[in-house]
């Protein structure tokens, strides 16, 4: 039977899934990525055979109910917000707003760096059929000098931050500090499964600018994946303006959470809201779009609510008009979880917007 490469990680999260996998009957080996030169830290080939591969699906994707040990008790969320930082001034903005978010919900900041200590970088034989990922002396000291180093960085962030603070350039919060060995999505999805975070926060370059596609693959995946609302901060605003919204719709009940979510992270009041109908093949009717219009006006008092259905058009080039748009503060996207072959092909509409829009995002799981 032919092997199929189900997904690459890092060591670490490839032989837990590896187990996960096994655990529920399915067999799967590790592979390195860099078969010409092994002893690169390329990541690790997680491979089963071909026939399992709907199965092996449906298990990723639904990891609190193949994996309940490791899934969080969501019913409440803690009062904390996770920001993702890399050091660099280009997260200034989303710094910001992470701790004044915090200060108006009484939340804690964790400032969290994810890097790559290259620790499993023992050579091993490409012919092979086994898989040594056992560390040399020599391994462990570099790996050991990366995570000293990188500590290092972290407390002279921190007291950059306190300094801030005394100052007055960003809002008084508490925070905390966080650094782990790894690839910066599977850690910021580890670390809010662990902590159960109420928002995570991270900062995006703007559109068309050459770093965006690094930067923004990671917030993509995170956004793709994370069951936890994201936030994502393009550099160029101090700090994220929340009174004109464009909340992208169906409509549905789901999008009536979301929506619900939207305001109680962001302020129950003083918001300018329009509900914008997302083109499909069901086409949403005025009807339904206009009741739901009146539903928020009823539940939501202090804001207003207008809502538009957009002329009939693909949905790439209503995208890219959106993306366009100037008077939009913010963008809130209710993100409906798709398996990883379908992302592949058809990309959730957070994932698009963030190459195409300038526009802060405010994106929430449903």
């Not at 995570?147 to 960003?170: F, H, N, P």
Request: glycine share 6%; hydrophobic share 40%; with cysteine.
């Amino acid at each position: 039977m032919p092997q199929i490469t189900l997904a690459i990680h890092t060591f670490r999260y490839a032989l837990r899934l590896k187990s996960l996998l096994e655990s529920e009957g399915i067999a799967a080996a590790l592979q390195n990525v860099n078969l010409s030169e092994p002893g690169v830290n390329a990541g690790v080939r997680v491979r089963i055979d071909e026939r399992d591969l709907p199965k092996a699906l449906r298990i990723i994707e639904n990891p609190d109910i193949f994996n309940p040990e490791a899934s969080s008790d969501k019913a409440k969320l803690n009062k904390l917000i996770i920001a993702p930082v890399d050091f660099s001034n280009a997260g200034e903005n989303a710094l910001t707003t992470a701790f004044s978010l915090a200060e108006r919900h009484g939340a804690r900041v964790l400032l969290l760096h994810a890097y790559l200590s290259q620790s499993f970088s023992e050579p091993v034989d490409a012919l092979s059929d086994d898989l040594d990922f056992g560390e040399t002396p020599e391994a462990a000291e570099a790996a050991a000098e990366v995570t000293a180093d990188i500590d290092a960085l972290m407390r002279r962030y921190a007291a950059r931050v306190r300094e801030q603070i005394k100052s007055g350039s960003i809002p008084a919060a508490p925070f905390d500090t966080l650094t782990v060995d790894g690839l910066p999505e599977e850690v910021i999805n580890e670390v809010a499964k662990e902590r159960n975070p109420m928002l995570i926060v991270m900062g995006t370059h703007g559109a068309g600018n050459h770093e965006r596609a690094a930067m923004g693959s990671v917030t993509a995946e995170v956004l793709d994946t994370c069951r936890y609302p994201v936030l994502t901060v393009p550099v160029g605003n101090r700090e994220v303006n929340f009174k004109r919204v464009l909340f992208f719709t169906t409509p549905d009940q789901q999008d009536i959470v979301a929506l619900d979510t939207f305001l109680s992270l962001s302020g129950a009041e003083g918001h300018d809201v329009t509900l914008l109908a997302i083109p499909s093949r069901g086409r949403t009717s005025g009807s339904s779009l206009e009741a739901m219009t009146q539903y928020c006006l009823s539940h939501y008092p202090g804001n207003t609510f207008a809502s538009e259905v957009p002329p009939e058009t693909s949905l790439t080039p209503f995208l890219e008009t959106v993306a366009g748009q100037t008077a939009v503060d913010i963008i809130g996207v209710p993100n409906k979880r798709k398996n990883s072959i379908v992302r592949f092909f058809n990309p959730t509409i957070a994932h698009r917007l963030l190459y195409l829009a300038d526009h802060p995002m405010l994106v929430i799981p449903v």
